[in-house]
């Protein structure tokens, strides 16, 4: 089953090692290749790495035909995910949604047989209200994503949908909490997820380490569930929906982070300060009091988290270990 990764960070890299497990052989799509980081995750001598980019159909096209790939996970985000489109709202609308159409053509010239598409919990995070409180089908039903990244997700769902209904296209579509976890490359995830990275990092060097104040009500997922809920999404089959949550099943506040890491590496010294400004991460939203709900997730694709928090710091913190110091 040659199976297609567009982008090689954060969740590409541990779905290229869970098709590796299963015996194929993937091929990862990667603008920017980057052997040593993703060397770390995968044994490169079992993928295939092709330079290209997914805003140039040609590329999608060139490799989906000479790969003969049946089915694509992609992957691919704008840099910084919602801070980064904050930033570069250009940039973000082009990769998120142009690119997605890009791979939803190309699924639907070659006959593809299956895409799956990364989606995000902002899609909860950062909306008004879906119903009017009047009860009423008015302008205000609607749903308003309160970022661009958010906006993007959006259109990137709706893509996937109107594929699938009016070309018969089987798209699923996986909507991840905050991602984090081990990469050691440029790039991989949003602010929060950056975080993560900088607090393991600067604790194991025994140097004070900072996590900013988090709004309340935030759920985040390792790296390894998200690729395992993205890999299963790409597998399974019978499916009676197309949206499936992918998360921890527990919202944390900075305090909960910080605790866990400090359970992990005794004597760690971890201060919460500042926070994520609105500036860099959009308006305030309102907080949510409870995980998504994955019932869905389990039923049909079997996906249970593997990683709480704690056990999540545990595989961080070895994989960094067992690599030495870390680089920049």
Same mark, same amino acid.
């Given at each position: 089953?040659?199976?297609?990764?567009?982008?090689?960070?954060?969740? !590409?890299?541990?779905?290229?090692?869970?098709?590796?497990?299963?015996?194929?052989?993937? /091929?990862?799509?990667?603008?920017?290749?980057?052997?040593?980081?993703?060397?770390?995750? /995968?044994?490169?001598?079992?993928?295939?790495?092709?330079?290209?980019?997914?805003?140039?159909?040609?590329?999608?096209a060139?490799?989906?035909?000479?790969?003969?790939?049946t089915?694509?996970?992609?992957?691919?985000?704008?840099?910084?995910?919602?801070?980064?489109?904050?930033?570069?709202?250009?940039?973000?609308?082009?990769?998120?949604?142009?690119?997605?159409?890009?791979?939803?053509?190309?699924?639907?010239?070659?006959g593809?047989?299956? /895409?799956?598409l990364?989606s &995000?919990?902002?899609l909860?995070s950062?909306?008004?209200?879906?119903?009017?409180?009047?009860?009423?089908?008015?302008?205000?039903?609607?749903?308003r994503?309160?970022?661009? $990244?958010?906006?993007?997700?959006?259109?990137?769902?709706?893509?996937?949908?109107?594929?699938?209904?009016?070309?018969?296209?089987? /798209?699923?579509?996986?909507? $991840?909490?905050?991602?984090?976890?081990?990469?050691?490359?440029?790039?991989?995830?949003?602010?929060?997820?950056?975080?993560?990275?900088?607090?393991?990092?600067?604790?194991?060097?025994g140097?004070?380490?900072?996590?900013?104040?988090?709004?309340?009500?935030?759920?985040?997922?390792? &790296?390894?569930?998200?690729?395992r809920?993205?890999?299963?999404?790409?597998?399974?089959?019978?499916?009676?929906?197309?949206?499936?949550?992918?998360?921890?099943?527990?919202?944390?506040?900075?305090? &909960?982070?910080?605790?866990?890491?400090?359970?992990?590496?005794?004597?760690?010294?971890?201060?919460?300060? !500042?926070?994520?400004?609105?500036?860099?991460?959009?308006?305030a939203?309102?907080?949510?009091?409870?995980?998504?709900?994955?019932?869905r997730?389990?039923?049909?694709?079997?996906?249970?988290?593997? $990683?709480?928090?704690?056990?999540?710091?545990?595989?961080?913190?070895?994989? $960094?270990?067992?690599?030495?110091?870390?680089?920049?």
């Amino acid at each position: 089953m040659p199976v297609l990764i567009i982008g090689s960070g954060l969740v !590409g890299s541990q779905a290229a090692r869970l098709e590796v497990e299963r015996g194929e052989r993937p /091929v990862i799509l990667e603008l920017n290749p980057q052997p040593e980081a993703l060397g770390e995750i /995968v044994d490169l001598n079992q993928v295939s790495i092709v330079p290209g980019d997914v805003l140039r159909p040609l590329d999608l096209a060139a490799v989906i035909r000479r790969e003969g790939i049946t089915h694509i996970l992609h992957t691919a985000a704008n840099t910084l995910l919602t801070e980064g489109a904050q930033r570069n709202p250009y940039a973000a609308v082009e990769l998120n949604i142009m690119g997605t159409l890009n791979v939803l053509e190309a699924a639907r010239l070659f006959g593809i047989q299956r /895409v799956v598409l990364s989606s &995000s919990a902002v899609l909860y995070s950062s909306m008004a209200p879906a119903l009017d409180p009047a009860g009423g089908l008015t302008e205000e039903a609607l749903p308003r994503p309160g970022t661009f $990244y958010a906006t993007t997700k959006q259109a990137l769902e709706g893509l996937g949908i109107n594929y699938a209904q009016t070309f018969g296209l089987d /798209v699923r579509m996986v909507r $991840y909490a905050a991602v984090f976890g081990p990469w050691r490359g440029r790039g991989g995830g949003g602010g929060p997820t950056q975080r993560f990275r900088e607090l393991v990092e600067r604790g194991l060097r025994g140097e004070d380490a900072t996590f900013p104040a988090l709004p309340p009500g935030i759920e985040f997922v390792y &790296s390894k569930d998200a690729a395992r809920g993205t890999v299963l999404a790409c597998h399974a089959e019978g499916l009676k929906s197309r949206v499936f949550n992918i998360g921890m099943g527990a919202t944390q506040t900075s305090e &909960s982070i910080a605790e866990a890491f400090r359970g992990v590496v005794p004597g760690a010294r971890v201060a919460l300060q !500042g926070g994520i400004t609105t500036t860099a991460a959009g308006p305030a939203t309102p907080a949510r009091d409870a995980a998504m709900d994955r019932r869905r997730a389990e039923a049909e694709l079997g996906y249970r988290a593997q $990683y709480d928090l704690r056990s999540a710091f545990e595989d961080y913190v070895q994989f $960094y270990r067992e690599r030495g110091a870390t680089r920049s």
